[in-house]
């Protein structure tokens, strides 16, 4: 994830005001959710994830922070795009490639199109087509537009001489070139969007005369698209309400004390509520300029209750807490309000927020803040309250009349939904079934009734068997194709954001079942699906997202390595194994298990676009093995976890890629007390980070410390085989032995029973001093602060040793206090 | 006695009409010279740190000149401001060793001036005046995020311009034009001009600025990508012809000095390109370059330097200036200057430090006398 969040602002703005640019036929900006990655949210319900026909996306809780980025950008949706580059196609009736489209649409720094030689303008087939002769007017228009942006937005790249709001600039050429290619052109694609940017020019360069002129001239039309002409009364009505003193922004740079008005009547808010039910493109804008006042001063303004109904959505579209109070006002107000879809679909949302995800997210769920982003003015109630309020929902739900707005097979889904949210399965399977033979097979409501079905059938047989694995493969493959579809994408999203539009439906799935698969213990086809996802389900230590080794780390058993590596191993793979193990990863050099999984074309693309770490396949047996010897050296059965790492390569250990050269080195048999981890003292040693050579020494010094008869020597060899074992916890220079991370804190308590053993067979009080000192370190940890600071001040070994026989009855006061059995020994 | 007194009175007057007219006489050949040290500060963007030093040769600074934008063309923006003044860049923490005035420097490249029509030079005249307002604004430490634009009829909050332009036979006349409107648009405005040394040379043939000083500068007096130059920022050689049988300038005239170092890259003879930010210090290390004659220098690896590939092989030619070459471009230029306070302004502050301060302190001596 390190691009993700330094790279949303330039990107998000610029994506978005392309849209605006050459204003697709319903350029929509969607909801649809960024995933940051400490946001472990789970939105199952998705109706409209893969929906072309440009209505708002139902994700989450606000329309002012879009989908689940809380910090505020706003991202245009996969139909943006295609309506788009589809309307231009139809327009110019000629081909040009998708990316070049979208490429051309992305570019807005004056800079890139100073100079017309480049490649932009050389290779670009969209721009080509443009340049054609016969395309003329369309290439005015093109440059104009990119012209006019720099004047048309706060957050687009302005005029390059910044000086864009001053009343003379917008009197522009610019302005004039438009207002001639209006006069002249006779296509109403063009005509449409130059009267559009002339109004909106007029609106920055406050000329209220100008505007109104053009849009009753060429937009107050009853053939005009309404989008449009919502859009352009936006500004009509942002103009008349404006202060008169236009330039007061400079002056408030100067005076910061200064404040500006805005002229605030009915009319102002009927006009922009009307905005908000007509123009998707102004949606967003008009809801941030009503939402400023309240609600109560608002209601007494508008006298229809079709308005006061618009007027309930727009707070409830910012009200980030549960809005059931609002729902009803709107249905019994409205019960074809525009909005409602949108805000049904929202609240169901909040549902899976506080009720499925805590539950869902185990050990994750203890850190509300987690999961909670918007917390301010959210009632997290306990999940008891929040199952009162899921019925409630389904109350409401299932008494909504079905008129056009609320389509029936939406209904039942959502009743689904709830029920399955309830645990309530049979009546969530019943009303699925209802609203699967409702729906046709290519809408996006079949999709999520799929999606229901698999979630039901999972939570009643409590297990993922063949047919249920079929049918996710075919779910999985087709969340895929859709991937694919829109992969002009991923040039814009995916590799800063890591997230696709289509793939967040699939990712939530993925997360889902998942996670509902390590609920009921069954580890192996967790990690094998959590492993197709690229949204992060958990925070692994430094706060990296886990992957699929950290989950066999944390929960698999001797028996799940053993399975897992069946199905790795194995010659003939069910579709659904073949999908899961075919996935790729990038590999971080010098990490351990430093992957970071997603799409393998995103990913290539990651990678040439960076430089930074490889492609590999994701799954890896010696890492299974690895981790499968880790877990056996935690139960303390070294003969297993031996064999588990003679089945890796002996490449693997040595390989500079991995982190264990780096890491397993020195002589871990030896401890010095003043550098217990590290391996400055043991320059002389030749370094292996075999683990498998490791423990077969290991062993060795076991098998002889059996056999010694002799008790000094026998003491030696247990403080050796004690040594071993402290090296082997996280305070040891063999960490990564049992350690995934050196952030972690196992420590083997086999190190302390075998310094006490040394201590206990030593006859030599000094010497048995010596192993006991070891012995008492606290939690193994040896720390000579914990000594005495006379000790700290003596650094050479044979010096340090004598001197510490020597004061051994010094430090019997310090070992009484400690541990008796060293008193009693001395 | 009456009449000795009056001998005496009469010798003493003598004598004081005497000295009074020596002095005089002396006066006027050798008038008081009063120059103003200034610097040029060119850099764009990334921060300069200045030390405790810097800061004290900064407190004897008369004039900061700050570059803040340039302006070129395009073919879909017209003339617009490119490598504009990065607010961050320039004294954020050391603004208050800062307390000389600051003159804003624009840059137009000719390219600019031979594209743009003759009716709009009124406006980008305008643009200008209007941009380096929030330029200028955004210098002052206090305002931290840029500014908005300044409304019409807005009383600018800088004194004094200069313009920095290459012009030419073909481009004199919009720039002259540029100049006039920017000086009827901002009467108050003291507007200066920067002159190349042929410029100086030949004012019939180029024509005199309509504006109240110059600045001469003398540098760039070599041919840049001949591999046989020796220095194209300054040698006497090549810029004392300029000053033969020059007239005086009709414009009051400051002095611009270099105080830069740069190298120029060549590869297989011909030139590459430029890199003003290579130290010294790269030619002392072995296993990099091997000394050629002069100031050249063989690179001996591949290697990346400031983002840029050289290769083995490669001729650097690594130029500076010498104390001696700033006493000999300070020597000649002082013959240029037709008043008696005047500007002598080094190009530019990031050069400057505590240990080469004394050559500039030796130049300025040169204009005291």
């Known amino acids: ?826 | 006695m009456l009449q000795l007194v009056t001998i005496k009175q009469i010798t003493t007057r003598f004598f004081v009409v005497f000295v009074i007219a020596t002095l005089c006489c002396f006066g006027c050949k050798r008038q008081p010279k009063h120059p103003t040290l200034g610097f040029y500060h060119w850099r764009m963007m990334g921060n300069h740190s200045y030390s405790q030093s810097d800061s004290a040769i900064t407190l004897r600074c008369g004039q900061v000149f700050i570059k803040v934008m340039d302006v070129d063309w395009s073919d879909i923006y017209g003339a617009y401001p490119t490598a504009t003044f990065n607010c961050d860049s320039l004294f954020r923490n050391h603004w208050d060793t800062f307390t000389a005035p600051v003159t804003p420097v624009v840059f137009i490249t000719n390219r600019t001036l031979e594209k743009i029509d003759s009716n709009q030079i009124a406006a980008l005249a305008n643009k200008i005046l209007l941009k380096t307002e929030i330029l200028h604004i955004s210098t002052n430490p206090f305002y931290y995020s840029q500014p908005p634009p300044p409304p019409p009829n807005t009383p600018l909050h800088y004194h004094a311009l200069q313009i920095d332009c290459d012009w030419t036979v073909q481009t004199r006349n919009k720039y002259f034009q540029l100049l006039q409107a920017l000086k009827q648009q901002q009467p108050s405005l003291l507007l200066s001009a920067t002159l190349r040394l042929h410029q100086y040379k030949y004012p019939k043939q180029t024509g005199v600025p309509p504006v109240d000083e110059v600045y001469l500068m003398c540098y760039n007096t070599g041919q840049l990508k001949s591999p046989k130059e020796e220095n194209s920022i300054f040698t006497e050689a090549a810029a004392k012809p300029y000053f033969q049988q020059a007239a005086s300038y009709p414009v009051k005239m400051n002095i611009a000095l270099p105080f830069f170092s740069w190298t120029v890259i060549f590869r297989n003879g011909q030139f590459v390109g430029l890199d003003n930010q290579i130290e010294d210090s790269f030619f002392s290390f072995p296993p990099y370059v091997r000394p050629l004659s002069g100031n050249n220098f063989e690179l001996l690896i591949d290697t990346v330097l400031h983002d840029r590939l050289l290769h083995q092989g490669d001729v650097l030619r690594h130029e500076t200036i010498s104390e001696k070459s700033l006493l000999q471009a300070a020597n000649l230029c002082k013959k240029a200057l037709n008043q008696p306070e005047f500007s002598v302004v080094f190009f530019d502050i990031d050069h400057v430090n505590a240990t080469n301060y004394a050559a500039i302190e030796k130049a300025m001596e040169v204009f005291k006398h």
């Open chain 1, 1 to 826: 994830m390190p691009l993700l969040k330094k790279q949303w602002k330039c990107l998000s703005t610029s994506v978005l005001f392309a849209f605006l640019l050459l204003l697709p036929k319903h350029t929509t900006i969607a909801c649809i959710g960024f995933i940051p990655d400490e946001d472990f949210r789970v939105a199952l319900w998705q109706p409209s994830a893969l929906d072309s026909s440009g209505h708002l996306e139902a994700l989450y809780f606000s329309l002012d922070v879009f989908g689940k980025n809380k910090y505020g950008y706003v991202y245009a949706s996969a139909i943006e795009l295609n309506q788009n580059y589809l309307s231009w196609r139809k327009a110019l009736q000629q081909q040009f490639s998708k990316p070049d489209f979208d490429t051309a649409m992305s570019i807005l720094e004056y800079q890139s199109l100073a100079d017309t030689n480049q490649a932009f303008f050389t290779c670009n087939s969209f721009i080509k087509a443009l340049r054609q002769p016969t395309n003329q007017a369309f290439w005015t228009y093109f440059t104009l537009a990119k012209s006019a942006e720099r004047f048309n937005s706060f957050n687009a790249y302005k005029d390059p001489w910044g000086l864009d709001s001053v009343h003379s600039y917008a009197e522009s050429q610019t302005q004039l070139a438009l207002a001639q290619l209006l006069n002249t052109t006779k296509h109403p694609f063009i005509q449409e969007r130059c009267a559009y940017l002339l109004c909106r020019l007029f609106h920055y360069g406050h000329q209220p005369h100008s505007l109104d002129s053009v849009y009753k001239k060429y937009l107050n039309k009853p053939r005009t698209t309404p989008w449009i002409k919502a859009a352009a009364e936006y500004y009509v009505t942002m103009t008349a309400a404006k202060d008169s003193n236009r330039n007061s922004a400079y002056d408030d740079y100067l005076e910061p004390s200064r404040t500006r008005n805005y002229i605030h009547n009915a009319n102002f808010y009927r006009h922009l509520l009307h905005v908000v039910s007509e123009s998707p493109d102004k949606r967003l804008a008009a809801i941030r300029v009503i939402t400023r006042d309240s609600l109560q001063h608002l209601l007494p303004l508008l006298p229809t209750k079709k308005e006061k109904a618009l007027a309930h959505a727009v707070f409830a579209v910012k009200n980030q807490a549960h809005c059931l109070a609002a729902l009803q006002k709107i249905i019994q107000l409205d019960p074809y309000n525009k909005l409602l879809p949108l805000l049904l679909s929202r609240e169901i949302n909040k549902v899976e927020a506080y009720l499925l995800t805590p539950a869902l997210m185990g050990k994750e769920a203890q850190k509300e803040e987690d999961y909670f982003i918007y917390n301010y003015g959210v009632e997290k109630g306990s999940s008891q309250k929040e199952r009162a309020y899921a019925q409630q929902l389904l109350a409401l739900v299932s008494d909504i009349s079905t008129n056009g707005i609320i389509q029936p097979a939406e209904k039942y889904l959502a009743i689904s939904h709830l029920h399955l949210m309830l645990h309530q399965y049979d009546q969530a399977l019943s009303y699925c079934t209802k609203a699967m033979n409702l729906c046709a097979k290519t809408s996006t409501y079949y999709l999520q009734a799929r999606i229901n079905m698999l979630a039901i059938r999972l939570q009643q047989q409590r297990k993922l068997d063949e047919p249920l694995k079929e049918q996710l493969y075919q779910l999985l493959t087709f969340m895929d194709a859709q991937h694919t579809v829109n992969k002009a994408l991923e040039d814009n999203y995916v590799n800063y954001y890591n997230f696709n539009p289509s793939l967040s439906i699939k990712d939530d799935l993925c997360i889902y079942l998942g996670k509902t698969l390590l609920a009921f213990g069954d580890v192996v086809n967790a990690a094998l699906l959590l492993g197709n996802t690229n949204k992060p389900w958990g925070v692994w230590m430094l706060n990296s997202p886990k992957n699929v080794y950290t989950i066999l780390y944390e929960h698999a058993k001797g028996a799940d390595f053993e399975q897992l590596l069946k199905v790795l191993r194995a010659k003939k793979h069910s579709h659904y194994e073949q999908y899961c193990i075919n996935r790729l990863a990038i590999f971080y050099d010098y990490g351990n298990y430093g992957y970071e999984t997603g799409d393998s074309a995103n990913l290539r693309k990651q990678i040439s676009n960076t430089n930074y770490g490889q492609l590999i396949p994701l799954w890896d047996t010696f890492r299974v093995h690895d981790l499968q010897g880790i877990y056996y050296l935690k139960q303390d059965n070294i003969a297993a976890a031996l064999h588990s790492f003679k089945q890796v390569a002996p490449q693997f250990w040595t390989d500079s890629a991995h982190a264990f050269c780096f890491y397993l080195t020195g002589n871990p048999f030896e401890v010095n007390i003043y550098h217990p981890n590290e391996d400055s003292q043991d320059s002389t040693y030749k370094n292996d980070p075999n683990k498998a050579h490791f423990l077969e020494k290991l062993m060795h010094y076991k098998a002889l410390e059996a056999k010694e008869t002799n008790m000094e020597k026998k003491a030696r060899l247990c403080y050796i085989i004690g040594n071993a074992y402290f090296s082997m916890g996280s305070s040891g220079k063999f960490w990564l032995m049992t350690n995934l991370s050196s952030y972690e804190t196992y420590e083997s308590p086999k190190a302390t029973y075998y310094y006490q053993k040394a201590a206990r067979l030593a006859k030599d009080a000094k010497q048995a001093a010596f192993y006991a000192m070891y012995a008492n370190c606290r939690h193994g940890y040896i720390d000579p602060e914990h000594l005495n600071t006379r000790l700290t001040s003596q650094k050479d070994g044979a010096e340090w040793l004598k001197r510490l026989v020597h004061e051994c009855p010094l430090y019997a006061d310090f070992f009484q206090q400690e541990n008796k059995l060293v008193a009693k020994i001395l």
